[in-house]
T-cell receptor
Framework: AQSVTQLGSHVSVSEGALVLLRCNYSSSVPPYLFWYVQYPNQGLQLLLKYTTGATLVKGINGFEAEFKKSETSFHLTKPSAHMSDAAEYFCAVSQGNNAGNMLTFGGGTRLMVKP | DAGVTQSPTHLIKTRGQQVTLRCSPKSGHDTVSWYQQALGQGPQFIFQYYEEEERQRGNFPDRFSGHQFPNYSSELNVNALLLGDSALYLC???????????????FGEGSRLTVL
């Protein structure tokens, strides 16, 4: 079984400040890890993914995340927040090809950006 | 290139009724998954269709059923609706084959179901 925990259902930062959204996972096999973003009244859009190889992955809109196996974490960061980053962010895990794309999502973190 | 499209975007039903939601996958994708996203929560996996068969299923009752057509489009059916079925239903498609994928899903904008 696999699970995802996102620490903090709401995170508020000032425009220009560092964004840090936390994600911890559990998986019995090497995981594939994802961050998705959801804007109001829209579906989910992939920000970035880790499958194998380099543990620091870069995504769209200046976001990046680092896979830390020893900590079972995949935290999402962005050096400088923009107002347009305000959205709901979901961390997700799959068991790669063995699970045929089935994703297990965390509960989400709502990012608010103050001017 | 059209992405994943879902219909209807919004609908209201009453308890006990039945609902059908529709999804067309992204061009070139043959696998369709359905997720339920309750208000304030992350999406939960309902089931996945590939080659017109249900391949995987999450922890949802038999009231939830689906179908995939030869053109890869899919339907989600929910019978005997309960108030707790109110949610955003998301369809996602992925690259060909269950065994060929990095797990990336492409999501539609969802169908918001309200059960009164």
């Amino acid at each position: 079984a696999q699970s995802v925990t996102q620490l903090g259902s709401h995170v508020s930062v000032s425009e220009g400040a560092l964004v840090l959204l936390r994600c911890n996972y559990s998986s019995s096999v090497p995981p594939y890890l994802f961050w998705y973003v959801q804007y109001p009244n829209q579906g989910l859009q992939l920000l970035l993914k880790y499958t194998t190889g380099a543990t620091l992955v870069k995504g769209i809109n200046g976001f990046e995340a680092e896979f830390k196996k020893s900590e079972t974490s995949f935290h999402l960061t962005k050096p400088s927040a923009h107002m347009s980053d305000a959205a709901e962010y979901f961390c997700a895990v799959s068991q790669g090809n063995n699970a045929g794309n089935m994703l297990t999502f965390g509960g989400g973190t709502r990012l608010m950006v103050k001017p | 290139d059209a992405g994943v499209t879902q219909s209807p975007t919004h609908l209201i039903k009453t308890r006990g009724q039945q609902v059908t939601l529709r999804c067309s996958p992204k061009s070139g994708h043959d696998t369709v998954s359905w997720y339920q996203q309750a208000l304030g929560q992350g999406p939960q996996f309902i089931f996945q269709y590939y080659e017109e068969e249900e391949r995987q299923r999450g922890n949802f009752p038999d009231r939830f059923s689906g179908h995939q057509f030869p053109n890869y489009s899919s339907e989600l059916n929910v019978n005997a609706l309960l108030l707790g079925d109110s949610a955003l239903y998301l369809c996602a498609s992925s690259l060909p084959g269950l065994g060929y994928s990095t797990g990336e899903l492409f999501f539609g904008e969802g169908s918001r179901l309200t059960v009164l």
